[in-house]
């Protein structure tokens, strides 16, 4: 019979991609964190189906409508207390963990008191858009690029971007200023004309999408509200495509 004294052993913790709220488009990593958790913390935009995967405790630590926040300190606080007392903690949320996730907090505080902490990705809600459209986010010839922007961080965000044509700019958190966003894209020269799509609950039972141009895109989304992706298409000029078909016609 041994007296020293016995510690629990050291829990970990899963940070969870649970995709746009569909529980059919979770990976099959994410649903194996999911079963065998012991304790589930989790956002507002979670879809109940997913929860109900698992037998596990699960505490909400989002954001209520109308009410505060819980703050990060404490959410890094509670997920590393319950770690520490020797449980499997998922830390569950929207989309991908790693795009505008509030990850980097949950990893460093983790590290610190030296959990062993993952990250399983999720499927972001531009990829959950491109989905709903059956329109990729990258086109050949007009759109090689994607920019994955929030619109949230402070009015003029939008404005510092270094986009250029060839762009499939998605922007997350955005609905709120579409607007301010409107404007200041035109300001940096995109044009007007410009394809836009803005697609609601991508991936969910209440998916709404509306189609419309740059210009007039505010109006268009009246009546859209949150969660929900915005994608401007700001296409290469034509004379790319031409010029290097005749360059290989020269070649060949
Ligand atoms: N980590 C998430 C993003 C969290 S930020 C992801 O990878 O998708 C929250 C923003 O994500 C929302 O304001 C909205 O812009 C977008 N979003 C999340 N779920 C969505 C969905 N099902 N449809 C459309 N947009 C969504």
Redesign the pocket.
């Known amino acids: 019979m041994s007296f020293l004294p016995r510690f629990p052993a050291m829990g970990q913790i899963a940070l969870v991609?649970a995709g746009?709220?569909a529980a059919d488009l979770l990976t099959i990593r994410a649903l194996r964190r999911i079963e065998a958790a012991d304790v589930i913390f989790h956002d507002r935009?979670i879809d109940p189906e997913v929860l109900a995967l698992s037998p596990a405790r699960k505490v909400f630590v989002g954001k209520e409508v109308g009410a505060n926040a819980w703050p990060q300190t404490r959410i890094n606080a509670v997920i590393t207390a319950a770690a520490l007392s020797g449980l499997k903690v998922v830390r569950l949320?929207?989309?991908?963990?790693s795009?505008?996730?509030r990850a980097a907090e949950e990893l460093d505080a983790a590290r610190a008191a030296g959990i062993p902490i993952e990250i399983v990705p999720?499927i972001?809600?531009a990829s959950?858009?491109a989905s709903a459209l059956g329109r990729p986010l990258t086109e050949r010839g007009q759109t090689e690029r994607l920019v994955i922007a929030t619109a949230t961080c402070r009015p003029g965000t939008v404005a510092t971007l270094a986009i250029a044509p060839g762009t499939t700019l998605a922007l997350?958190?955005?609905?709120h200023r579409l607007a301010e966003v409107e404007a200041e894209l035109m300001a940096m020269g995109v044009p007007p004309e410009s394809d836009v799509q803005i697609?609601?609950?991508?991936?969910?039972e209440n998916q709404r999408i509306v189609e419309c141009t740059l210009h007039g895109m505010a109006n268009a989304a009246a009546g859209f509200a949150?969660?929900?992706?915005v994608l401007v298409r700001w296409t290469a000029p034509a004379m790319v495509g031409e010029w290097t078909m005749q360059r290989s016609s020269i070649t060949c």
């Open positions: 991609g746009p709220g935009l949320k929207s989309g991908d963990p795009i505008f996730g999720g972001t809600a959950a858009a997350y958190m955005a609905m697609v609601q609950s991508a991936g969910c949150n969660p929900a992706i």
